[in-house]
């Protein structure tokens, strides 16, 4: 990890000062607590078969998951994108998060 940038003296004092929120702290907490839930759940899904054009499998377990999660509306679309919502409590932004994986089962999110 030599090539990665310093980070930003304003960036990281405004993080620093973010971390310290109680509900961040929780966040974190609980990130950490499930570190090794995720990696197993990331290996299983890697482990179905889905060849390309072909991850039908691998779709239909990751809706099951969201569903298990709480999402609602969660439905698989034409190309095979898996999608869902989990609303929020308030009248923030909306957040959008995407992964792309790849057939190796190394993902991006």
Do not use: W
Request: hydrophobic residues 40%; glycine residues 8%; negative net charge.
């Amino acid at each position: 990890m030599k090539n990665i940038p310093a980070l930003d003296p304003k960036v990281l004092g405004l993080v620093t000062e973010i971390s310290k929120e109680p509900k961040v702290e929780a966040a974190i907490a609980f990130i950490k607590d499930q570190t090794e839930v995720a990696m197993l759940e990331q290996i299983e899904l890697c482990e179905i078969e889905a060849p390309t054009f072909h991850e039908e499998k691998r779709a239909a377990s990751v809706a099951e998951r969201m569903r298990q999660y709480g999402l609602t509306d969660v439905h698989i679309d034409e190309i095979g994108n898996v999608i869902g919502i989990r609303k929020g409590s308030g009248n923030g932004p909306v957040l959008a998060i995407g992964a792309l994986c790849y057939r190796s089962g190394y993902c991006l999110h």
